[in-house]
């Protein structure tokens, strides 16, 4: 059966799963030719489908129709779902893996799992002082290396450096106290 989209918001905003069910199958190929037309890779592009119904799920109450239709408002998470993942697969290209590394295995294969510890994470960068937050940044969310970093900044390349490593054990004992590992 093919439903409308008012039918799908009305299903969604009750919390009734067979209205994600049928977003899911109304809108899914959609949101894969979006990410299919920046992204390469098949599971790539699968990982951001799931990722931007899992966000819908989670923010179907934020959904105002006189905003924009629901088709609209999917599109738009899965865009900034694939935008997300091209930034990771980025940071995964131009950050080496060895310092990507925390020493532990950060559980991310499943969607909660996944949400949990970006949120740990994401409380554990706010709370870095200045500039530690905007070096931690600049390097993992922005790619930057250290002569960048240090241009903009005018800090030593060392301490730079000293900075990170202090910022990625503070991450590294967030995730151990309330992240969700493997």
Known sequence: MNMTDEEIVSMLSKG????LTAAMSKYGRLVNSIASGMLTS???CEEVVSDTFYKLWNSRDAYDPGRGSLKTYICTIGRSCTLNRLRQLELAETVPAEERDLGIDVD??????????????AECI??????DRDIF????????TYQEISNVLGLDEKKIGYIIRKAKRRLRDALIKGGILL
Do not use: K, W
Request: hydrophobic letters at 30%; charged letters at 30%.
């Open 108 to 121: 991310f294969s499943t969607a909660c799992a996944a949400d949990h510890n970006r949120r740990v994470i």
């Open 126 to 131: 706010r709370s870095l002082p200045m500039p």
């Open 42 to 44: 098949d599971e790539d």
């Open 137 to 144: 940044i600049r390097r993992f969310y922005y790619s930057q």
């Open 16 to 19: 009734d799963e067979n209205g």
